[in-house]
């Protein structure tokens, strides 16, 4: 399915995803480059929530720039397979090999404010993600490697303990929103 078409039929889970989700919509009918960081404002994103089997624990990362342990994911750099870029997100960011989406279908549609911030030594405007988050799973005795460039660990949490390991008010209400989905879900 086309991406544009996925994000389209998407179902909101809340106010706030349905609000989120006219809001991506919007950027992509003013902005032609909305898939790559040529557009300053906001582009797309895409991320995977990295469950193990038994849906107790998610991999996360150190993040580098924020400080705190996250999810993974990335820019989509003009790459329209959106679950496609969260996979390879997954596996470059974690050193796991054999990762799998649980579904084809978008976990959930976020708009993420970026604060401003300093990468490979260049000053990066604030600006907005437009997050497509999938669910992916992955087999926990999978080796884990540091991506140096990008966190500083990398390591299974149990779910319902994020709030312990991520020092981001707003990102520990995203995670909590991904697990009453999957608790429904599955």
Known sequence: MNWV????????YNEQELKDKELILQCIKAYNNILTRENPLAHIT?????????????????HNIYKTWAWTGGHADGDNDLLYVAIKEAKEETGIKNVTSVT???????????????????YVSPHLHLSIAYLLECDESEELIVKED?????????????????????????????????????
């Open 5 to 12: 078409k996925q994000i389209e039929s998407y179902i909101p």
């Open 46 to 62: 895409s991320s995977g929530y990295i469950v193990n089997k038994n849906r107790d624990k998610v991999l996360m990362i150190h």
């Open 104 to 122: 084809s279908d978008i976990l959930s549609l976020d708009v993420l404010p970026v604060i401003g911030h300093f990468k490979n030594g260049k």
């Open 150 to 186: 990008e966190n500083s660990g990398v390591k299974w949490i149990p779910i319902n303990k994020i709030h312990l390991y991520s020092n981001e008010p707003d990102m520990i209400n995203l995670y909590n929103k991904f697990n009453k989905k999957i608790k429904y879900m599955y």
